[in-house]
């Protein structure tokens, strides 16, 4: 199964070539003996989010009470060494040649491609079918105002001036069937798309997709400087283009190889309230300015995996990928710089307690999101 590292710091997993979707990293993990499936019946309700932070090691529930034949995975990234993984590196006893050879690949980002089919185009829902209510989401935490849709996937939008795509990652709380509340900070790339839109008295485009490659994850929650494409970090990152495929109802593109995709629009006529929602930080959090999402089709592999993630204990999948970003300066909550190189540092250190008692107080921005 799992063996510890030498530093008693997690796992060590063995050297692999990156997976290039959720799949194959799973399939991988399960190879290694570091997969930990859940076979008894689970309830969506609570139960999926606390066994989550109860065990942290990749977990897959295979059998989700109301969900028959559907799946969740959770705790991907809950060991530094899975992300090195993923990554396709060993994490090693050289940690300063591993973070070398990251550097190296941020340096260099490689264009996505878009192709004409893919595996998330093997189901595609139109608008009067839309439920999303048929995905298995789960209810985090029982401190929770409801179920949390986007927990841990990725938002695409693009600026509705100049065209430049942001790829970023803003927690969704499910409201029905085809809404959804996006929480964003002020100062985030969204936030600034959607005053554009505001401007200009029209909707803004968005696509969601839940389940992508954990090295499309890392690439969407870095603070990457706006202007940048996401797309083309990952890229570098995996060392290859990303696959994308063009959204049906939406001029936006998405990852091919998604599990999940919801496109749709954010109304900029409304805002709503988002939570409370047990946060990053480990305390309750509501964002009472929400945007509002109304999706307006649904693209989903075969059999499709719901990929989310239970926030707000030291050292959970979260915090290692905040830990992983901050070895390159690339975690920022839109605060001041004083905050930026606080949350850095903290996580460097892996202070993952000081990091979310700096949140608790208020030195960390609220409703932010990586």
Known sequence: MISQGANGAGPQLPVSRHACDLRGFIRRLDEAGCLVR???????????????????????????????????????????????????????????ALLEEVKNRIRKPIKPIVLQTGPVLENVVETRNVNLLALPVPWWNARDGGRYLGTWHINVTEDPNT?????????????GGRRASVSASPGSHLSQHFAKAVR????????????????????????????????????GLQQEPIKLVQCRTVNLCVPAHAEIVIEG???????????PYFDYSGKMDTNPCAFLFDATGVMFRNNPIFR??????????DHQLFAFLAEFGLVDFHGSRFKKKLQ?????????????????????NKNANY
């Not at 606390?50 to 559907?70: A, S």
């Not at 430049?164 to 990652?169: A, E, F, S, T």
């Not at 850095?344 to 960390?364: S, V």
């Open 200 to 235: 200009q008295n029209r909707p803004l485009p968005m696509a969601m997709a839940i389940g992508v490659s954990e090295i499309l994850m890392m690439a969407a929650a870095a603070a990457y400087p706006a202007g940048m494409d996401e797309y083309e970090l990952a890229g």
């Open 163 to 175: 065209g430049l795509r942001n790829v970023g990652v803003y927690r969704m709380q499910l409201l």
């Open 344 to 364: 850095n540092a903290l996580l460097r250190n892996h202070l993952f307690r000081a990091f979310q008692f700096a949140g608790k107080l208020g030195a960390l």
């Open 38 to 96: 859940i076979t008894k019946a689970v309830d969506w309700k609570f139960e999926i989010g606390k066994i989550t932070r109860e065990r942290l090691t990749p977990l897959l529930f295979e059998n989700v009470v109301d969900y028959p034949e559907q799946r969740v995975f959770t705790n991907g990234l809950c060991h530094a060494s899975a992300i090195s993984f993923a990554l396709g590196l060993d994490l090693g006893n050289d940690r300063r």
């Open 308 to 317: 989310g993630s239970s926030v707000g204990v030291p050292g959970a999948e």
């Open 265 to 275: 629009f954010l109304r900029t006529d409304t805002r709503v309230e988002d939570g």
